[in-house]
């Protein structure tokens, strides 16, 4: 594949990758008395990772040496995308509201285009500062209803907590994913993260296993991980990362502020949940943001 068909690509999956993210908060809204939220994370990044290993394990047999120099990027990595960004965001789930889990995401964006811009030196113009704003306004439009002296009325709660370390991790994530170059493709990598992922949250998950009363595993929960696996976990991370390559974080970054908008078009079409004029000015904000930010051209 040529640079300019990469390129091409990767604008592409600027639309679809928060599409994919966007099935997660259907499995979070459908997880709570089904699967623990260690062991969903836990069988979502093991089958993720075989997925993953499927196309790459010639390639990570023949650079194993290498792997093992690299091993604490891939642990520290499965530790913030699939530990923290994973189990995290479900128990916060469990006890905050979605307005809340909206308005806090909502700064990882920005702060991902600052760190780019400061850390890794990735070039960011005024053109697509107002982009990052106008996507900004837009998502926060969207999670607030339309109701803008509701901002005034939010309420923090214990569980908001997780879900703010679950911005952030995202958010160094994003940045070591870029600044870690690896020899590996993009598969095999993903498949070392994944499994480093879904190890760190195995204990988590056994001691969910031992200390529930109801069965840990049933077929619900099974088809909840399966899901979450080859979805918002195979797809949208090999996409993600693939971006990443083509694109930078901080263009990459603002995607985020699809996934609102999609996750209400989601539940519209899934769970038959209305759809209100607040969520096509969001649209409206949001589209020109990431045109702008992503854009090629003069700086």
Same mark, same amino acid.
């Given at each position: 594949?040529?640079?300019?068909?990469?390129?091409?690509?990767?604008?592409?999956?600027?639309?679809?990758?928060?599409?994919?993210?966007?099935?997660?908060?259907?499995?979070?809204?459908?997880?709570?008395?089904?699967?623990?939220?260690?062991?969903?994370?836990?069988?979502?990044?093991?089958?993720?990772?075989?997925?993953?290993?499927?196309?790459?394990h010639a390639e990570i047999w023949a650079q194993l040496r290498q792997i093992l120099t690299d091993s604490k990027h891939y642990l520290t990595l499965g530790a913030?995308?699939?530990?923290?960004?994973?189990?995290?965001?479900?128990?916060?789930?469990?006890?905050?509201?979605?307005?809340?889990?909206?308005?806090?995401?909502?700064?990882?964006?920005?702060?991902?285009?600052?760190?780019?811009?400061?850390?890794?030196?990735?070039?960011?113009?005024?053109?697509?500062?107002?982009?990052?704003?106008?996507?900004?306004?837009?998502?926060?439009?969207?999670?607030?209803?339309?109701?803008?002296?509701?901002?005034?009325?939010?309420?923090?709660?214990?569980?908001?907590?997780?879900?703010?370390?679950?911005?952030?991790?995202?958010?160094?994530?994003?940045?070591?994913?870029?600044?870690?170059?690896?020899?590996?493709?993009?598969?095999?990598?993903?498949?070392?993260?994944?499994?480093?992922?879904?190890?760190?949250?195995?204990?988590?998950?056994?001691?969910?296993?031992?200390?529930?009363?109801?069965?840990? &595993?049933?077929?619900?929960?099974?088809?909840? =991980? $399966?899901? +979450?696996? !080859?979805?918002? /976990?195979? *797809?949208?991370?090999?996409? %993600?990362?693939?971006?990443?390559?083509?694109?930078?974080?901080?263009?990459?970054?603002?995607? &985020?502020?699809?996934?609102?908008?999609?996750? =209400? $078009?989601? +539940?519209? !079409?899934?769970? /038959?949940? *209305?759809?209100?004029?607040? %969520?096509?000015?969001?649209?409206?904000?949001?589209?020109?943001?990431?045109?702008?930010?992503?854009?090629?051209?003069?700086?």
């Open positions: 594949m040529d640079t300019a068909t990469r390129h091409r690509l990767a604008l592409t999956l600027l639309f679809i990758t928060p599409a994919l993210w966007s099935v997660n908060a259907l499995i979070a809204r459908k997880a709570p008395g089904v699967i623990e939220p260690h062991l969903l994370a836990m069988l979502r990044w093991l089958m993720a990772s075989g997925l993953f290993f499927l196309g790459a913030l995308g699939m530990w923290i960004c994973g189990a995290w965001v479900y128990i916060g789930g469990h006890t905050t509201s979605a307005a809340n889990i909206g308005l806090i995401y909502a700064i990882s964006p920005v702060l991902i285009v600052l760190a780019s811009a400061l850390w890794l030196r990735e070039p960011f113009s005024l053109r697509q500062a107002l982009g990052v704003g106008l996507a900004l306004a837009g998502v926060l439009h969207v999670v607030l209803k339309g109701q803008w002296d509701a901002l005034a009325a939010v309420q923090f709660v214990p569980g908001d907590g997780w879900i703010l370390a679950a911005t952030l991790s995202w958010t160094l994530y994003s940045l070591l994913l870029k600044k870690w170059q690896s020899p590996l493709s993009l598969g095999a990598q993903l498949a070392l993260i994944s499994l480093a992922g879904a190890l760190i949250n195995l204990p988590f998950a056994l001691w969910e296993i031992f200390s529930t009363p109801r069965p840990a &595993l049933t077929a619900e929960g099974g088809m909840l =991980a $399966l899901t +979450a696996a !080859v979805i918002p /976990g195979f *797809g949208a991370y090999l996409a %993600h990362s693939f971006m990443q390559r083509e694109l930078g974080a901080a263009r990459v970054s603002v995607v &985020l502020y699809l996934s609102p908008i999609y996750t =209400a $078009l989601m +539940a519209w !079409v899934v769970l /038959g949940e *209305g759809l209100s004029t607040y %969520h096509l000015w969001g649209m409206a904000l949001v589209l020109p943001g990431i045109y702008l930010v992503t854009r090629a051209g003069p700086r």
